[in-house]
C-alpha cells in the first residue's frame, strides 16, 4: 500500500516537473532578455501565473469548491493575468509581461503557444457550455488581440495586435485587422516572435484611398486649368465679337441713307 502510495506521488511529482521545465525553457528560448533559470523563477509574473493556474486546475478538476476561484483571483491580484481555474493550458506556453490578458473558462491552449499582455481569450455572450476559443499547439497572438467566442486557432498560426478574431483561422495562417481577416496561408511552422511585422490590411486601404484620392484631386486640379483657359478663349471671343458688332454699327453709320435704302 505504502510502496503504491510513493508510486503515484513520484510519478505526480515527475509529471509536475517535467511541466514546471518546459514553462521555464519556454520564457528561455522565446524571451531574449532571460539571462538566467533563476531570474525566469523569481522574477516572471507569466510563468508564476501558469503555475498557480496549474493548482487551481488541478483543484477544479477534482471538484474543490471555492478555493480555485480564490487562487485564480490571488493569481490576477499577484500577476495581473486572469485566467479561470477551468481553462486548459498545454505545456511550453509562455505569456509575456502578462499585464492584462484574461483567459476564459472554457478556452483552451495548446503547447507551445505565446501570448503577449493584453491578450484576450474571451465569449461573446452569456450562452453556456463551450464559449470561449481552442488555440493549437506553437500559436503566437500578439499584444492587445482580441479572440472571441468558442472557434478555433489552427496550428502555427499567428495573430497580429490589435485584432479581434471572431471566426475560425486555419492552421499556418496570419490574422491581422477587426474583425480579422486571414493575410497569409501555409506560413512556415515555427515561433515568430516579429509579430510587429505583419501586414495591416486596414492600413493597406487606407492607403490606397489615399492615392485614389490624390490622383483625383490631381484630375480636379487640370480639369480647372482647362476649364479656365475655355473662359479665357470664350472670353476673348466675346470681346471680338463685340468689337465686330461696334465696328459694323460704325460702318453702317458711314452708309448714307439712300445707299441703305438700295
Given at each position: 500500500?505504502?510502496q503504491d502510495i510513493l508510486g503515484r506521488w513520484k510519478e505526480f511529482f515527475n509529471r509536475v516537473m517535467k511541466t514546471v521545465r518546459a514553462d521555464i525553457?519556454?520564457?528561455?528560448?522565446?524571451?531574449?532578455?532571460?539571462?538566467?533559470?533563476?531570474?525566469?523563477?523569481?522574477?516572471?509574473?507569466?510563468?508564476?501565473?501558469?503555475?498557480?493556474?496549474?493548482?487551481?486546475?488541478?483543484?477544479?478538476?477534482?471538484?474543490?469548491?471555492?478555493?480555485?476561484?480564490?487562487?485564480?483571483?490571488?493569481?490576477?491580484?499577484?500577476?495581473?493575468?486572469?485566467?479561470?481555474?477551468?481553462?486548459?493550458?498545454?505545456?511550453?506556453?509562455?505569456?509575456?509581461?502578462?499585464?492584462?490578458?484574461?483567459?476564459?473558462?472554457?478556452?483552451?491552449?495548446?503547447?507551445?503557444?505565446?501570448?503577449?499582455?493584453?491578450?484576450?481569450?474571451?465569449?461573446?455572450?452569456?450562452?453556456?457550455?463551450?464559449?470561449?476559443?481552442?488555440?493549437?499547439?506553437?500559436?503566437?497572438?500578439?499584444?492587445?488581440?482580441?479572440?472571441?467566442?468558442?472557434?478555433?486557432?489552427?496550428?502555427n498560426s499567428k495573430v497580429g495586435a490589435g485584432a479581434v478574431v471572431i471566426r475560425d483561422v486555419p492552421p499556418n495562417c496570419t490574422v491581422v485587422g477587426?474583425?480579422?481577416?486571414?493575410?497569409?496561408?501555409?506560413?512556415?511552422?515555427?515561433?515568430?516572435?516579429?509579430?510587429?511585422?505583419?501586414?495591416?490590411?486596414?492600413?493597406?486601404?487606407?492607403?490606397?484611398?489615399?492615392?485614389?484620392?490624390?490622383?483625383?484631386?490631381?484630375?480636379?486640379?487640370?480639369?480647372?486649368?482647362?476649364?479656365?483657359?475655355?473662359?479665357?478663349?470664350?472670353r476673348e471671343a466675346l470681346e471680338e465679337l463685340k468689337k465686330l458688332e461696334e465696328r459694323t454699327v460704325e460702318a453702317m453709320r458711314d452708309i448714307p441713307?439712300?445707299?441703305?435704302?438700295?
Open positions: 500500500m505504502f525553457e519556454a520564457a528561455r528560448e522565446r524571451d531574449p532578455a532571460a539571462r538566467s533559470t533563476l531570474e525566469i523563477v523569481l522574477t516572471y509574473p507569466g510563468v508564476h501565473a501558469l503555475w498557480m493556474h496549474r493548482l487551481a486546475h488541478m483543484l477544479w478538476k477534482k471538484g474543490v469548491p471555492v478555493i480555485p476561484r480564490l487562487i485564480s483571483h490571488l493569481n490576477r491580484f499577484l500577476t495581473g493575468i486572469e485566467i479561470h481555474p477551468g481553462a486548459k493550458i498545454g505545456r511550453g506556453v509562455f505569456i509575456d509581461h502578462g499585464m492584462g490578458v484574461v483567459i476564459g473558462e472554457t478556452a483552451e491552449v495548446g503547447d507551445g503557444v505565446t501570448l503577449y499582455q493584453g491578450v484576450t481569450l474571451g465569449g461573446t455572450g452569456k450562452e453556456k457550455g463551450k464559449r470561449h476559443p481552442t488555440v493549437g499547439r506553437n500559436v503566437v497572438i500578439a499584444a492587445g488581440a482580441k479572440v472571441l467566442g468558442p472557434i478555433t486557432i489552427g496550428d477587426v474583425p480579422g481577416k486571414v493575410v497569409a496561408r501555409e506560413g512556415e511552422p515555427v515561433v515568430d516572435l516579429h509579430h510587429e511585422q505583419i501586414p495591416d490590411p486596414v492600413m493597406d486601404r487606407i492607403e490606397a484611398l489615399d492615392s485614389m484620392i490624390k490622383k483625383l484631386e490631381n484630375r480636379m486640379i487640370s480639369t480647372q486649368l482647362e476649364l479656365q483657359l475655355a473662359e479665357d478663349k470664350l441713307w439712300e445707299g441703305r435704302q438700295k
